[in-house]
């Protein structure tokens, strides 16, 4: 499953994070998002193996037709084939990690071939958007924007239209519940 969610639990026992002098921070939201891979590592090797066998096959008739010299390109589809799958799985480590605590909602983005980035809103002021691309046009991503004084970031472009929507709706709940009394007061500034 691409989403991870814990919360809103407020009432539950508080993290075991520590808030500063030896407190606990209470967690309203925890949501890890993961690009979702359909095919597992085991039925990566059984497409392997069966793209392995007909080429082998394949590479057999031309053989034995005496063209040779095509054998080492039966080999070249199986070699991207490989090579398209594991930069597949590897944009698959990325994830995005979105924590809504009593005092600030953080947004972790780990990316292969990136170093890690975070954000940090204020939950008082944060909006949450979702846009969703038109029915006609659904090669464009949509995502969920968190927006606060002028700073903005998107989070779960990779999610599907659904997935997006149930997360955005999920986060939203949490934030009411923040701002439910007796929230935190709003910070000077």
Known sequence: MPIDIDGPNPTGPPSAESGGAGGSVRVFFDAILHPHR????????????????????????FVAHGA??????C?????????AFRVSYRSARQYE?????????????????????????????LRISHDEPAEHD???????????HGQSVGV???????ERSSFARALDDALRLWRRPPCPPAPAG
Not at 68 to 73: G, L, R
Not at 138 to 148: D, E, I, N, P
Not at 156 to 162: A, I, M, T
């Open 156 to 162: 779960g472009s990779f999610l599907s239209p659904d």
């Open 75 to 83: 080999g070249l589809d199986v070699l991207a084939l490989w090579l």
């Open 38 to 61: 359909s095919l597992g590592r085991s039925g990566f090797r059984v497409l392997m193996a069966v793209v392995v066998a007909m080429n082998l096959v394949v590479a057999g008739i």
């Open 97 to 125: 990690r979105v924590r809504l605590t009593e005092t600030a909602l953080t947004v972790q983005r780990v990316h292969w071939k990136a170093p890690e980035r975070r954000w940090s809103f204020h939950p008082h002021w």
């Open 68 to 73: 040779w010299p095509v054998v080492p390109f």
């Open 138 to 148: 659904r090669r464009a991503a949509g995502q969920v924007t968190l927006s606060s």
